[in-house]
């Protein structure tokens, strides 16, 4: 399964892929898929929406421009250095952070608050015997609280 073809990621490239690369292109869109899928959901190829392709598209060409994931280069003397400013994922395919947030997003899994209706006791004015603590289930009964006879709480 994968979010998107070989060939849109060609047109991306401002290079031609030998063999060897185009394996290695494939591998990186299957990946970058099984990865907008757990960052997202599974969604079915022929309908994930359009922003799924463009980040499995962006996170491969990201990949294919840099796979060893080398921050440092100087043609003179040939200095060729690289860390790991993408921490665990330097030189892999990878969604960043806010790539990763978007995804969720798109599947429907937003985070952030969240309203829950909250009531007060006896604001709802439900007939209460004094000394009982009513139940919200079927045939269930009153408890007693124990408390002055005059006001229960």
């Not at 829950?116 to 007939?127: E, G, L, M, N, Y």
Request: glycine share 8%.
């Amino acid at each position: 399964m994968a979010y998107a073809t070989l060939d849109d990621l060609k047109g991306r490239l401002d290079w031609t892929l030998d063999a060897d690369e185009e394996r290695i292109a494939t591998s990186a869109l299957e990946d970058a898929s099984d990865l907008a899928a757990h960052y997202g959901r599974d969604w079915p190829e022929d309908t994930a929406p359009r922003m799924v392709r463009t980040l499995v598209l962006k996170a491969c060409k990201r990949y294919m421009s840099n796979p060893d994931g080398f921050t440092q280069s100087r043609a003179g003397d040939e200095t060729l250095g690289w860390n790991d400013a993408a921490g665990e994922n330097a030189g892999t395919v990878y969604f960043t952070g806010e790539e990763q947030k978007l995804l969720a997003s798109l599947a429907g899994r937003n985070s952030g608050l969240y309203i829950s209706d909250v009531t007060a006791w006896r604001s709802q004015r439900r007939p209460v015997s004094v000394g009982l603590v009513p139940v919200d289930f079927p045939g269930g009964k009153e408890f007693p609280f124990y408390a002055d006879e005059t006001e229960p709480w």
